[in-house]
């Protein structure tokens, strides 16, 4: 097989390397993150935290509730004895009752809306946890979609590597380091093909004692492009 072609197989295993190792490594990054996932779980954390302080502040609301009934029930009890006599106490002793009684109604709204809140969390909650559940459902999918994936890229990689190998064995090393300066340098396209006379690098027309070297199977550089020139 003539150097061109050789240098140019070479060329395609390289191509295709490349492509196959960022097809890996984003297979590789997307098994390592999931975003959306571990985000959903973060809210449905903080929401629970959010209603274990909730549910702590119904309890002392409801407490704060007993303790003024305790207070005004004796007060009431009292008051409607009718024991007490003199009109001043009898109207400070009201008063008190009266205070009180607001004071309780007051405390039983806000321990209403505590537990309208704890309510509303709890249902949203409920939902959140679901919208989890289906998240990790779908990524144990794709999570294994990605693995079958990796496994694939991983034997491609491997077998083209080995090829590569046996391909560069058969190229002397002062050619092969020509072919890998003008990779680095070319993207990639270190050697170009001829076509109609042709370089397929720059498009420029080749002298015809270029375009015999080549179909001799000698090293030929593009004047213009300095490509490696393959005649297939
Ligand atoms: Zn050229």
């Not at 806000?110 to 459902?137: C, D, G, P, Y």
Request: proline letters at 1%; one cysteine or more; aromatic letters at 2%.
């Amino acid at each position: 097989m003539n150097l061109g072609k050789r240098l140019y197989d070479l060329q395609q295993i390289d191509l295709d390397l490349e492509k196959k190792t960022e097809a890996l490594s984003q297979v590789e990054s997307q098994l390592s993150h999931n975003e959306a996932l571990t985000e959903a779980r973060a809210e449905v954390e903080r929401k629970r935290e959010d209603l274990a302080e909730l549910e702590k502040k119904e309890i002392t609301a409801e407490w704060v509730v007993d303790d003024l009934e305790a207070k005004a029930g004796p007060l009431q009890e009292k008051l409607y004895a009718g024991s007490v006599k003199n009109p001043k106490e009898l109207m400070s002793l009201q008063h008190q009752v009266e205070q009180l009684k607001s004071q309780i109604r007051e405390e039983e709204d806000k321990t209403l809306e505590i537990m309208s809140q704890v309510e509303a969390l709890r249902k949203e909650i409920a939902s959140r946890a679901a919208e989890v559940k289906k998240l990790e459902e779908e990524w144990q999918k794709r999570r294994e979609q990605l693995l079958v994936e990796q496994t694939e890229l991983r034997t491609t990689i491997d077998v083209a590597k080995e090829k590569r190998d046996e391909l560069a064995a058969t190229v002397e090393s002062a050619h092969l380091e020509l072919y890998e300066i003008l990779r680095a340098r070319k993207q990639g396209q270190a050697v170009a093909g001829i076509e109609q006379g042709r370089c397929q690098g720059c498009r420029i027309t080749l002298p015809v004692s270029e375009l015999m070297r080549a179909r001799m199977g000698e090293l030929v550089q593009c004047d213009s492009c300095s490509r490696i020139l393959y005649l297939g």
